[in-house]
């Protein structure tokens, strides 16, 4: 018999470095599950993604008990680690603070499409370019993706 599922918690949470301090503790405390045990699991899982943001969506379960799936980082954050930037833009449409080619962004879309609510790379990278122009960032050479 499935067991019911009480709740839904979405945090994003640097790889590897999951603690019981704020945010992930009083999440996970208000709905009763052991945080030292998602944080061991959760450390464990993310090793190899150290230091980056991770979207992390939490089922909990009635009996306390809990599953996880750790998404891809978001993609302003992996723009601004193509770009070498800290932040993005303040005035967007005004001041552009970085360059990044249409390969960085394929590569960006590529490793998002599991995550993404698009049926093509192309869209996703038109997508993920939306994003980038949001950020204040200019979107120079390659191939880019012809709008259907």
């Given at each position: 018999?499935?067991?019911?599922?009480?709740?839904?918690?979405?945090?994003?949470?640097?790889g590897g470095?999951?603690?019981?301090?704020?945010?992930v503790?009083?999440?996970?405390?208000?709905?009763?599950?052991?945080?030292m045990?998602?944080?061991?699991q959760f450390?464990?899982?993310?090793q190899?993604?150290?230091?980056?943001?991770?979207?992390?969506v939490?089922?909990?379960?009635s009996d306390k008990?809990?599953d996880?799936v750790?998404?891809?980082?978001?993609?302003?954050?992996?723009?601004?680690?193509?770009?070498?930037?800290?932040k993005?833009?303040s005035?967007?449409?005004?001041?552009?603070?970085g360059?990044v080619s249409?390969d960085?962004?394929?590569?960006i879309?590529e490793?998002?499409m599991?995550?993404?609510?698009?049926?093509?790379?192309?869209?996703?990278?038109?997508?993920?370019?939306?994003?980038?122009?949001s950020?204040?960032l200019?979107v120079?050479?390659g191939?880019?993706?012809v709008?259907?």
């Open positions: 018999m499935a067991k019911e599922v009480i709740g839904l918690i979405k945090l994003q949470v640097r470095a999951a603690n019981p301090s704020p945010p503790g009083p999440a996970l405390g208000a709905k009763g599950v052991n945080i045990e998602f944080c061991k450390n464990a899982r993310t190899e993604k150290a230091g980056k943001l991770l979207p992390v939490i089922t909990v379960y008990s809990f996880f750790v998404k891809t980082p978001p993609a302003a954050v992996q723009l601004m680690e193509a770009a070498k930037l800290k993005g833009s005035e967007s449409n005004r001041v552009k603070v360059k249409w960085q962004i394929r590569t879309a490793d998002k599991q995550d993404m609510n698009c049926f093509t790379v192309d869209s996703a990278m038109l997508m993920i370019a939306g994003t980038a122009r950020m204040g200019t120079k050479g191939d880019a993706p709008k259907n």
